[in-house]
């Protein structure tokens, strides 16, 4: 099993790290071994290539076809694939992309790219349940004081100084005419979330944000309100609790 | 034809009919219920439905009520001199479980070394020590799965020297000696045997006929590198003249086996796929009236 150890070890050296060393025992037969090895080689790459490509069409959109290639090889180099499902690929991109010296200039990109993952996250979560709201209703006032809640399985978070909501939009390919956007007119705080097949990104304003964060992280109603408070006197919870609750975004609630 | 919004009671295991089907892609779904052109079954590839939840699972539910379905495998790396990953096992027994495959399939290759994956079907070595390896690892797959796999010859663009057995000749010992069955892929076969020099028609008549369950036929793309041909199984177009030729030799063989039609790349419509399917049951029709 030496052997096959060796020539595994070698191969994969040669493909996924770039390696100049050819693993012993290949048949040139008319091509050199070097060349046989990179057809693997560019077929290995350009598939991981393409699942990025699939799980982040925005990026390649703001960047073109040549820039995201550049960017997948170095996310290759540097994140190769850990699991036999693709599903799982690819979620460092925004990492890679915020230390890429030639996408230095792109700063709403890293926000960006995270966003299109949370979307795939979201599209691939587990299905979550609807909130026993006659249960809730028989709490007593007492209880409410411990009272928290379960965001959606599907649910994700993101603030950006950027509006890569609005970028995000723009660039979907049934987007109408492109319009320019104006990067410096400020960010957005938005929810990813799946309530039954297709994902939707919802713009919230900066209280809402850290009240379903703060709920999300944990703590009970009591203990987000006083959180959103403390920067946003007038934040009323109510107006929110109900949409959340009806929109299906809390599943479910615990006593502390 | 079966309404796509009406849940029909699944049919358990729905064996694999000896008729031409598709390999199912995400973008087809729709097609694939409500158009009046039908596949006589559909393969999709396992790993796409590892994720927890939403749509394509849900999908899937949907299709498996109109078609018998297969689950391909391209990740088991069953090849590779990693230990098998568990994980990967554990989400294929409950999807399994879930859709009731009448087939489960994977590669004769390698995908991973040392935890990473090239997520490509890499060549193996064809050693008596391979094949011991490889014994072992069908029998804990098949195992812990509780049924037999199939295992597809691969396309492939190098050798090795020190390989012993043909290509050919080891799937047939491995089936035999594993309980494994095989899946013959024709363009596969072409391929390596294009690009290595073998003979395609030894290639079939070393493979036992009672060992082959099911048969692929996909398109493949003519590179040339230092002034050689050089096949690459890319998926990406209609099965070739000689791959079909190729194909009804292989029936005369082997008798009517289900046989699907892959394309990954660059998708046609839903119909130019089940025309595809169509021509393989032509070819199927006639091989059964023969031998009839």
């Known amino acids: ?256 | 034809m079966a309404h796509a919004n009406l849940k029909l009671p699944m049919r358990a295991r729905t064996p694999i009919p000896a008729c031409a089907g598709v390999g199912l892609r995400s973008q087809h779904h729709r097609d694939s219920l409500i158009s009046p052109a039908k596949a006589g079954w559909l393969e999709v590839h396992s790993e796409n439905y590892f994720g927890r939840g939403g749509a394509p699972l849900r999908n899937l539910e949907d299709i498996r009520a109109d078609y018998p379905i297969s689950l391909h495998g391209v990740g088991m790396s069953l090849g590779s001199v990693d230990e098998l990953d568990r994980n990967h096992l554990r989400q294929l027994k409950a999807l399994i479980t879930c859709i009731e495959p009448g087939l489960v399939s994977e590669h004769l290759c390698w995908s991973s070394f040392g935890g990473s994956y090239l997520n490509d079907l890499l060549p193996l070595p064809y050693t008596g020590a391979t094949l011991t390896f490889l014994v072992t690892r069908i029998d804990e797959v098949q195992g812990f799965l509780g049924r037999q796999i199939l295992l597809e010859n691969p396309s492939s663009y190098l050798e090795y020297q020190y390989s012993t057995y043909s290509e050919s000749e080891f799937l047939d010992e491995l089936s035999r000696r594993s309980g494994c069955g095989i899946l013959l892929d024709i363009n596969n076969v072409y391929v390596s045997c294009t690009n290595h020099g073998w003979n395609a028609l030894d290639y079939i008549r070393n493979i036992a006929v009672d060992q082959v369950k099911e048969i692929h036929l996909a398109g493949h793309t003519v590179n040339t590198i230092a002034g050689r041909n050089i096949l690459i199984d890319t998926h990406n177009g209609p099965v070739s003249e000689s791959v079909w030729l190729l194909y009804q030799s292989a029936l005369q063989r082997l008798g009517s086996v289900p046989t699907l039609i892959e394309w990954d790349a660059d998708l046609p419509s839903w119909q130019v796929l089940v025309d595809e399917a169509v021509k393989a049951d032509a070819y199927l029709e006639k091989c059964y009236e023969q031998a009839a």
């Open chain 1, 1 to 256: 099993m030496n052997r096959l150890h060796e020539t595994q070890r070698d191969f994969s050296r040669y493909v996924l790290q770039n390696s100049d060393q050819i693993p012993a025992g290949i048949k040139a037969n008319g091509i050199a071994v070097e060349q046989r090895l990179n057809i693997y080689r560019n077929n290995t790459r350009l598939g991981l290539t393409e699942v990025l490509r699939e799980v982040y069409p925005v990026v390649n959109k703001l960047v073109g076809d040549a820039f995201f290639n550049r960017l997948a090889q170095a996310y290759i180099n540097l994140h190769p694939s850990k699991s036999a499902c693709l599903l799982t690929f690819g979620g460092r991109f925004s990492e890679v992309i915020a230390g890429y010296k030639d996408a230095q200039g792109l700063a709403y990109l890293p926000d960006t790219a995270r966003l299109e993952w949370y979307v795939h996250e979201a599209y691939h979560a587990a299905d979550d349940s609807l909130l026993d709201v006659p249960a809730l209703a028989q709490l007593d006032a007492e209880s409410y004081q411990r009272l928290g809640f379960k965001v959606h399985l599907t649910g994700r978070f993101i603030a950006s100084d950027y509006p890569i909501g609005r970028i995000w939009i723009d660039n979907q390919c049934d987007a109408r005419q492109e319009s320019l956007i104006d990067l410096t007119k400020g960010g957005c705080c938005l929810l990813i979330f799946r309530p039954e097949l297709e994902v939707g990104i919802v713009s919230l304003n900066y209280a809402d944000y850290q009240c379903l964060t703060a709920l999300a992280s944990g703590l009970t109603l009591i203990r987000a309100v006083e959180c959103v408070i403390a920067t946003h006197p007038d934040f009323d919870i109510q107006p929110p609790l109900k949409q959340w609750l009806q929109m299906g975004l809390l599943t479910d609630f615990f006593i502390l």
